[in-house]
């Protein structure tokens, strides 16, 4: 069974390997590889050090919220096997469609028989608070730097604040949910969605939204500050202000995609190169590269070993069988 985790996750990391190195020949063609590889020469790789750093941060603060999330919703999952488990799910960000983070609910219900229905949530909750601390990020910056563009930030901010809205109202969540009800082949399944809805009322009713947010806005200002240690690597004259619009934004941009592979990596250059007055296209390609192995890449690398460490801890992950058939195998913590 472990050995299938590690087959199947190594094939992702190939391909995604393959497609990262093929965006970054055509962005390096297209910038001169020569000005590339000249721009990385005069990085200051002192400056590594803090960069990881504050990726660690990002890191760590995600997963207080994480683990903060289980605890609202009662789960006993235990904090070192909690901590194993979230650093595994930094691997999975890579997996199609993201689905590999449902890798995080399967492990706590394998060591705490909690039922997915009803921490399937947190997930939900912890990345939604990531994406609006990233919307609000890129807000600050939006109408200076990217005005016509500002509807990218709108609409999906609207959508959000519906969707609280709806969730917040019982009466309203409910009439959802007899409407989801309804439809074919779900009636079997709609006393799932309820314990669902619960659990997402508990994790982002107003207070732990408020403080799960903040947490989101700490992280997420670590890794756009990461990007101006970056650029100042690479002697680019940026402010922190641009810094964080850039970031943000292409992170946004990219939200669709395992990773924001190619999307992200777009934006960082094409953002630099559009915003950043006396950048270079070589320093642009350099700096998105770089900025995406410290907060991406090391992110993945890292999961890679927790994967051993939490398919030790639950006796082995197939990921061939899928998260919400497999049957709940609870273990003492």
Not at 9 to 27: D, K, N, Q, S
């Amino acid at each position: 069974m472990a050995g299938n985790l590690v087959h199947r996750f190594r094939r992702w990391v190939i391909g995604a390997i393959a497609l990262g190195a093929l965006l970054y020949l055509a962005g390096s063609v297209w910038a001169g590889l020569a000005r590339v590889q000249d721009a990385l020469a005069t990085f200051r790789w002192s400056l590594a050090v803090p960069v990881l750093a504050l990726t660690l941060v990002n890191y760590g603060l995600r997963f207080v919220k994480w683990h903060y999330l289980l605890r609202r919703l009662g789960v006993p999952m235990p904090l070192r096997d909690d901590a194993w488990n979230f650093a595994s799910g930094l691997a999975m960000v890579i997996s199609p469609g993201k689905a590999g983070e449902l890798l995080k609910p399967w492990v706590v219900r394998e060591r705490t028989g909690t039922p997915m229905a009803r921490t399937v949530p947190a997930l939900f909750a912890e990345r939604l608070t990531d994406g609006i601390a990233m919307l609000l990020l890129a807000g600050l910056g939006v109408t200076t730097f990217a005005a016509d563009k500002v509807h990218y930030l709108t609409i999906p901010g609207a959508l959000v604040a519906l969707g609280l809205a709806v969730l917040s109202s019982k009466r309203l969540s409910l009439f959802a949910l007899d409407l989801v009800g309804r439809l074919p082949g779900l009636r079997r399944v709609a006393h799932k969605f309820e314990e669902l809805l619960e659990s997402a009322r508990t994790c982002l009713a107003p207070a732990p939204l408020a403080l799960t947010l903040a947490l989101s806005l700490v992280a997420w200002g670590a890794e756009c500050l990461g990007f101006l240690l970056v650029l100042r690597g690479l002697d680019v004259p940026a402010t922190l202000e641009v810094a964080v619009f850039i970031y943000a934004f292409a992170t946004v941009a990219g939200g669709a995609m395992p990773g924001g592979l190619g999307v992200a990596d777009g934006a960082l250059a094409g953002g630099a190169v559009a915003l950043i007055a006396g950048i270079t296209e070589g320093q642009a390609v350099a700096a998105a590269l770089l900025v995406r192995v410290a907060t991406l890449w090391f992110g993945v690398g890292l999961g890679a070993l927790a994967l051993f460490r939490v398919s030790s801890m639950v006796g082995g992950i197939d990921l061939d069988e899928s998260p919400a058939s497999a049957q709940p195998q609870p273990r003492s913590p």
